[in-house]
């Protein structure tokens, strides 16, 4: 069995490096597109919800990688990103002609970070019986 640590001495640099960037990325994207006239009614409910769930589980699982931590940590960082990221956007939101900030959009965003926080999960899970039988 494989001892958890804080940190994971296994995942490269770079591909936290690359978690990063995406991660920063996703927010740049979500600050510029979401000013544009575009993005006002872009999703009818309910498919607003799923496109923030969607959206922000990558976010959060990519956090949850840049992070390097295993675990309920992982899983916190996970969370923890979707839901700073998702506040920043639907601060943003609110300052927009046309937009507004969501306490539902807030959930969701919480709501992918966790969905992010599993699928992180079980991509570990699989690498590390993947190296086991290897």
């Known amino acids: 069995m494989i001892k958890e640590t804080p940190t994971s001495p296994s995942l ?6 690359v978690a990063a960037l995406a991660v ?19 999703f009818t409910a309910p498919w607003d919800k799923l496109a923030h769930v969607a959206t ?46 969501d306490w539902g959009d807030l959930g ?3 709501l992918g970070g966790l969905f992010g926080a599993g699928l992180m999960h079980l991509g570990n899970a699989i690498a590390r019986k993947q190296i086991r039988s290897h």
């Open 108 to 110: 969701a965003d919480a």
């Open 24 to 42: 920063v990325s996703m927010g740049v994207g979500l600050y510029v597109l979401g000013a544009k006239p575009v993005a006002v009614g872009l």
């Open 56 to 101: 922000f589980a990558v976010v959060g699982g990519a956090t949850g990688l840049a992070s390097g931590m295993l675990g309920w940590r992982a899983a916190l960082c996970c969370i923890t990103g979707a839901l700073v990221m998702g506040s920043l956007d639907e601060l943003h939101q609110a300052t927009l002609p046309g937009r507004h900030g």
């Open 12 to 17: 490269p640099v770079g591909m936290r490096a």
